[in-house]
């Protein structure tokens, strides 16, 4: 009777009655009734182990357990662990055989009882009197409550019923990209408060990411009103501040925002701890993860800067990164933006260019025009990926006059600043004067030109009829909806258009390949694990055999002594120790033994050996060499199963070879994908 195992390439004969030397590689134990077993591959499995269903539906994991062939350590007790297991790939969660086995609720006679999935044993209602210290909730950490608290004494867990009721399985968290499920973990770091911490966890096993259940249920930005939130801009739970809060925490003195550099003056979060970390409202909503035109190959991340990175120039206006304060970032290409920067999107096109310019309000330190040569720092156009900078009224659709909704008369372009403006003729050159827009009633600069109307002596800086000098542009008060800060000209981009989707068409292929590789990848790495594990089982098997192998050469040895001494006593002393050399030499014996051999007084009385031949019965003669010839069958055996160990190893290692073999090439060719998307998308932006 053959069986069809999952675990092994061939058939597993049934062997009727197991030998003492199989170990089964299912519970490692000895294998002593029926079993079935691969002798080609040395794989023996208990008739029971053999019969366990691959896949199983447990209480304690939400996805289905297969059965698997590793070491791991049971989510369920703690405890390390090789042979079968019950795991989930995905989570990276794995169950003793012997866990997974455990009874369960199913009699009346458990009234009392429950099963819940935060504990794999079941609950029952718990009378704290007994208890002179009140345990705590594993979920909330708070005292458990005298009348509604469910535990298992043995493990030391405990909930309260309200606790028991509401906590969900799984959950999205804004920290993670995959939805975390429930898990028992040993011992892990919570990636919300960097602590050390045991027992259940909110994790993603492919990722390796664990969030406690404290953190992991704390209120995020979205929900409004809470007093604390979690937020990835801190490790640490953050607390609202109103002002009698502001006013403890000496929010008056000076606290910069860490996302806008701001004074936090107003509402705003702080950390509950002791760190000195302040955050205005409005910034803590900024996205974690956004996608921008300016870095189209990778997302990009807000972050704080790595210290040997602090005073790195942003990759949009080249002004230094202060260290202190969040940025969007690409680690893989060092590519920065300011938390500003990344608000300014590109919006116009301009001339036969490919590249989009953004609209920039403002700049610290100026850049130089392309077009007249002179400084723009406010009110001006700029492409980043090739530094192209434009002012507005440099712009070849900037007429020199206009009339705008803003003033009933023509404006007329014209320097700045304007005569009537100037007291004298030195404070064109005094820096601290400051003047003025009419239609926005803000400040301007001084010396970029304006639009001006001479009969009424009135001004609009550039940027306040925009709409005028770009025809494609909306005014944000115009736009109805639209988000975009800018329209981009009609113009036949019909080529461009089958260009991009011929690459889009591309980049989604190449992704499919990579993915398909990724999947190909991990099986291998899964076998690799495997049969490294099987050949450091199949070592240890060798040398316990290469072991009883020794003991039962030294054994034959001796009862071959015994047997000659016992056919051919000696006359005396002398003659005796001749005998023994002799005996040894002329049968072949080893050095070794020889050396044992060399006092035959000391070596009879330890084997019991008669001094006489007289004394020596027929039958005892017969008996040693029953005993030597069942020695030498034994250690034939024991031989032959050696080398059929040896066999099993080197075809093992001629497997892994094959593997490892595969995944480099795997491994060359998801390089290879990664350049060609590279390239493709290099090529769209």
């Known amino acids: 009777m053959s069986f069809e195992h999952f675990l092994d390439d061939h058939t597993l004969s049934f062997i009727q009655e197991g030998n003492q030397m199989f170990i089964c590689d299912g519970c490692e134990k000895p294998i002593s009734g029926p079993c079935y077993g691969c002798e080609e591959c040395i794989f023996y499995l208990h008739y029971e182990c053999a019969k366990l269903p691959e896949s199983i539906e447990h209480f304690f994991h939400p996805c289905p357990l297969s059965l698997s062939?590793?070491?791991?350590?049971?989510?369920?007790?703690?405890?390390?662990?090789?042979?079968?297991?019950?795991?989930?790939?995905?989570?990276?969660?794995?169950?003793?055989?012997?866990?997974?086995?455990?009874?369960?609720?199913?009699?009346?006679?458990?009234?009392?009882l429950i099963q819940h999935f935060t504990h794999w044993h079941p609950l029952s209602l718990i009378d704290l009197n007994i208890f002179y210290d009140k345990p705590c909730c594993a979920i909330c950490e708070k005292p458990c409550s005298p009348n509604s608290t469910y535990g298992c004494s043995s493990c030391n867990f405990f909930l309260h019923n309200s606790c028991m009721a509401t906590i969900p399985r799984r959950i999205y968290h804004s920290f993670h990209p995959c939805p975390l499920i429930l898990l028992t973990y040993p011992e892990y770091e919570c990636r919300g408060c960097e602590r050390e911490r045991s027992g259940l966890t909110y994790g993603c096993g492919k990722c390796r990411f664990k969030l406690d259940v404290k953190c992991g249920l704390l209120p995020t930005v979205e929900a409004k009103g809470a007093d604390m939130i979690q937020s990835f801009t801190h490790s640490h739970p953050l607390a609202l501040l109103g002002n009698k809060d502001a006013e403890s925490t000496g929010l008056g003195a000076r606290h910069r925002c860490r996302a806008c550099g701001e004074d936090c003056l107003d509402h705003g979060f702080s950390c509950s701890i002791t760190c000195d970390f302040f955050i205005h409202t409005s910034c803590i909503e900024l996205p974690g993860e956004i996608h921008?035109?300016?870095?189209?190959?990778?997302?990009?991340?807000?972050?704080?800067?790595?210290?040997?990175?602090?005073?790195?120039?942003?990759?949009?206006?080249?002004?230094?990164?202060?260290?202190?304060?969040?940025?969007?970032?690409?680690?893989?290409?060092?590519?920065?933006?300011?938390?500003?920067?990344?608000?300014?999107?590109?919006?116009?096109?301009?001339?036969?260019?490919?590249?989009?310019?953004?609209?920039?309000d403002k700049r610290p330190s100026p850049f130089d025009c392309n077009v007249c040569g002179k400084k723009?720092?406010?009110?001006?156009?700029?492409?980043?990926?090739?530094?192209?900078?434009?002012?507005?009224?440099?712009?070849?659709?900037?007429?020199?006059?206009?009339?705008?909704?803003?003033?009933?008369?023509?404006?007329?372009?014209?320097?700045?600043?304007?005569?009537?403006?100037?007291?004298?003729?030195?404070?064109?050159?005094?820096?601290?004067?400051?003047?003025?827009?009419?239609?926005?009633?803000?400040?301007?600069?001084?010396?970029?030109?304006?639009?001006?109307?001479?009969?009424?002596?009135?001004?609009?800086?550039?940027?306040?009829?925009?709409?005028?000098?770009?025809?494609?542009?909306?005014?944000?008060?115009?736009?109805?909806?639209?988000?975009?800060?800018?329209?981009?000209?009609?113009?036949?981009?019909?080529?461009?258009?089958?260009?991009?989707?011929?690459?889009?068409?591309?980049?989604?292929?190449?992704?499919?390949?990579?993915?398909?590789?990724?999947?190909?990848?991990?099986?291998?790495?899964?076998?690799?694990?495997?049969?490294?594990?099987?050949?450091?089982?199949?070592?240890?098997?060798?040398?316990?055999?290469?072991?009883?192998?020794?003991?039962?050469?030294?054994?034959?040895?001796?009862?071959?002594?015994?047997?000659?001494?016992?056919?051919?006593?000696?006359?005396?002393?002398?003659?005796?120790?001749?005998?023994?050399?002799?005996?040894?030499?002329s049968r072949g014996l080893s050095a070794e033994k020889a050396r044992y051999m060399e006092d035959g007084s000391k070596l009879l009385p330890a084997l019991n050996i008669p001094r006489d031949k007289e004394s020596a019965t027929g039958a005892e003669i017969k008996k040693v060499d029953i005993e030597i010839l069942k020695l030498k069958v034994k250690e034939k055996a024991l031989k032959v199963q050696n080398e059929k160990h040896r066999s099993t190893i080197k075809r093992l290692e001629e497997k892994l070879e094959l593997i490892n073999l595969r995944l480099k090439?795997?491994?060359?060719?998801?390089?290879?994908?990664?350049?060609l998307l590279s390239s493709s998308m290099k090529e769209i932006v």
């Open 69 to 112: 062939l590793y070491s791991y350590t049971c989510n369920a007790c703690f405890m390390k662990g090789s042979g079968f297991s019950y795991r989930c790939n995905i989570c990276h969660f794995n169950m003793h055989v012997e866990c997974v086995s455990k009874p369960t609720i199913s009699s009346e006679n458990d009234e009392g």
């Open 292 to 360: 921008h035109p300016l870095h189209l190959l990778h997302p990009l991340y807000l972050m704080y800067l790595p210290l040997q990175l602090h005073g790195t120039d942003c990759s949009s206006c080249n002004q230094p990164l202060d260290g202190f304060l969040l940025a969007y970032r690409c680690d893989g290409c060092n590519f920065n933006l300011h938390k500003h920067c990344a608000e300014f999107r590109p919006s116009f096109k301009f001339g036969i260019s490919l590249h989009v310019l953004t609209l920039w």
């Open 376 to 585: 723009a720092s406010k009110n001006f156009l700029r492409c980043v990926l090739c530094r192209f900078t434009i002012h507005l009224f440099c712009l070849p659709s900037a007429s020199k006059t206009i009339t705008h909704k803003c003033h009933i008369d023509c404006l007329s372009l014209t320097q700045s600043p304007l005569d009537f403006e100037l007291n004298r003729l030195e404070d064109a050159y005094n820096l601290d004067d400051e003047f003025y827009c009419d239609v926005c009633e803000e400040k301007r600069e001084k010396k970029d030109p304006v639009y001006y109307c001479a009969e009424c002596k009135f001004i609009a800086e550039v940027g306040c009829v925009i709409s005028e000098l770009v025809p494609s542009y909306i005014m944000p008060e115009e736009q109805n909806g639209v988000t975009s800060r800018a329209i981009s000209k009609n113009e036949d981009n019909s080529t461009i258009e089958t260009r991009l989707a011929k690459l889009n068409n591309e980049i989604a292929e190449l992704s499919a390949k990579l993915k398909l590789l990724i999947q190909e990848r991990e099986p291998l790495k899964e076998e690799i694990e495997r049969l490294n594990l099987k050949r450091v089982q199949m070592e240890e098997r060798l040398l316990n055999i290469e072991t009883e192998l020794w003991q039962i050469a030294r054994n034959i040895d001796n009862l071959e002594v015994e047997s000659l001494l016992v056919k051919h006593p000696p006359k005396n002393r002398i003659t005796e120790n001749k005998l023994l050399t002799k005996a040894s030499t």
């Open 665 to 675: 090439e795997l491994q060359v060719d998801g390089f290879l994908h990664n350049d």
